[in-house]
């Protein structure tokens, strides 16, 4: 690997911070973003009231677990597929392209 001197570095780093991310020209990543982070906002809620209505557990932190998610909807009879919410809330290794809508939210 070629060694750049300290220079050339700086002009790298400098190049890269001045690099800036437009989402404006990227509307299909803020739709997705909006989208995702709704979406993540409404099962917290979903599980926060089913630890309070089952449990009597009144702790405002809640920690998205796709068991609490997928248990909260069938407490409240809401039809929502355990498929897709293992699709939209796993967590894991994460692997270049199979990614998870929370896996992609993360960067």
Known sequence: MKKRNP???AKVIKDLLATEH???KNPLIVEFLETYI???ITAHK???FYKRDKYNKTDSSVILHVRNIINAAAHF???ISSADV???FAGG???RGVKTPRQLRNG
């Open 86 to 88: 293992r699709a939209l």
């Open 46 to 48: 979903i599980v926060r």
């Open 93 to 95: 290794k994460g692997k």
């Open 7 to 9: 220079g050339q570095r």
């Open 38 to 40: 709704d979406c993540e």
């Open 22 to 24: 437009n989402l404006t």
């Open 77 to 79: 009879n809401l039809s």
